[in-house]
């Protein structure tokens, strides 16, 4: 895959590593950091607001170059970078490999951050939005989330079918809530129509990276059945 070639680490890669000893005060740190690049992702992405390739700028400001949105970086540059020196690899300070490092993950968390901290700002006064309609789209919000969410664990176990499936899900409530803040009724609130314009954009960079992901899965699943065959 390419652009958003999420594969994880290789198989049994960290088993040949030994065992990670770390204690619940590093991965709490570890955490963090992660939680760190969501919110740089952003930062950055707010800052392009407007422009028309904010995608692929705000991946460029992360450090994710063309080409380069896989999991497979981190471990396989520092081996690739030793073998060339001859140097052996020090498996106990490399960092291990989780999901919250997928640059798809960070992407979608990042994003569908952004959108929900805005719509929990307005929709937490009644007056400017019914509270039926704050719970049915916060509902479509999460539902989409963890769909994408579970669409990418399954690219990083090698997936990709069933990614796609997921990821098809996930569309169909990004799509249910493009339609809750486009509605015929929408215009009857009058706060909407400033969120609309706020989320619209955020809902379709989400849909566009997912179909790129689905392209790059369904390419992947094609040569798979050419080699095959």
């Known amino acids: ?6 594969d994880g680490a290789s198989e049994n890669e960290w088993e040949e590593q030994g065992e990670l000893t770390w204690n619940e005060f590093d991965w709490e740190k570890y955490l963090r950091e992660q939680d760190e690049a969501i919110a740089r992702y952003l930062v950055f992405y707010d800052r392009l607001k407007g422009h028309p390739e904010r995608i692929d700028e705000t991946a460029r400001l992360m450090g ?7 999991t497979e970086h981190d471990s396989d540059a520092v081996e690739e970078s030793a ?5 052996p ?5 490399l960092e291990p490999y989780t999901l919250h490092k997928n640059p798809v993950f960070i992407a979608t968390k990042a994003i569908y951050l952004g959108l929900t901290r805005e719509w929990n700002a307005l ?3 009644p007056l400017k939005v019914p509270q039926p309609v704050a719970l049915v789209f916060q509902a479509a919000l999460h539902r989409g989330e963890e769909q994408a969410s579970l669409a990418i664990q399954a690219l990083d176990l090698g997936d990709y079918a069933m990614a ?11 799509n249910a809530s493009l339609a809750l803040i486009d509605g015929a009724g929408a215009g ?5 129509p400033a969120f609309r314009e706020s989320a619209w954009p955020r809902l379709f960079d989400l849909r566009e990276i997912w179909l790129r992901v689905i392209n790059e899965c369904r390419d992947e699943l094609a ?3 050419d080699e095959e065959n």
């Open 223 to 225: 040569r798979h059945i």
């Open 123 to 125: 929709a937490s006064d």
């Open 89 to 93: 690899v020090d498996y106990d300070n």
């Open 83 to 87: 073998a060339a020196e001859e140097v």
């Open 64 to 70: 994710w170059e063309e080409g380069d949105w896989s």
């Open 188 to 192: 009857a609130h009058p706060a909407l």
């Open 1 to 6: 895959m390419n652009e958003f070639d999420a």
């Open 164 to 174: 796609v499936s997921l990821f098809k899900r996930a569309l169909r409530e990004l």
